[in-house]
């Protein structure tokens, strides 16, 4: 049975935010052919563009089935939460990193077109989609260990 309640609380709302703001980075990423960075064909570049892509791909795949979870689950988020936690801290660290690749890589060019602001733009949104998840870490880790 579907229960709509649940992502009326904190951990729903973020994983609506983190989810959305996934999916603008993979059109950010697809509509203007954005990269990370390193030097073009050579293996820093492709290794560079896969953390980046995964990065933003294992959001989106991750984050879409624990929504659809709260929805269609029995609303007993106890047993997911160290997982869920868990993966919190894992986008929190791999995504300031891809965030920071993004950056480091955009801010090296003098003029700013419209490709550099959305790398910028990209990168940016990495970093604070990290602390959403961070929080939301926070979130999952208390409601295992902390006082309820």
């Known amino acids: 049975m579907a229960s709509?309640?649940?992502l009326g609380k904190p951990h729903g709302i973020l994983k609506f935010m983190e989810l959305l703001i996934a999916l603008v980075c993979v059109a950010l990423l697809r509509h203007y052919d954005l990269h990370f960075g390193g030097e073009l064909n050579m293996a820093s570049f492709r290794d560079?563009?896969?953390v980046g892509s995964i990065t933003i791909g294992g959001m989106i795949l991750v984050t879409a089935p624990l929504i659809a979870s709260y929805l269609f689950g029995s609303g007993d988020t106890s047993y997911r939460a160290p997982l869920e936690g868990l993966y919190g801290l894992m986008f929190?660290?791999?995504g300031i990193?891809?965030?920071?690749?993004?950056?480091e890589y955009y801010r090296s060019f003098?003029?700013?077109t419209?490709?550099?602001?959305?790398?910028?733009?990209?990168?940016?949104?990495l970093i604070i989609n990290s602390f959403f998840?961070?929080?939301?870490a926070v979130l999952a880790f208390q409601n295992t260990y902390g006082t309820k």
Do not use: H, K, N, Q
């Open 48 to 50: 560079r563009y896969l």
């Open 92 to 94: 929190f660290i791999i």
């Open 114 to 125: 419209p490709i550099v602001r959305a790398g910028l733009s990209m990168g940016s949104l």
């Open 97 to 103: 990193s891809s965030g920071c690749l993004a950056i």
């Open 4 to 6: 709509v309640t649940m």
């Open 110 to 112: 003098e003029i700013y």
């Open 133 to 136: 998840y961070l929080l939301d």
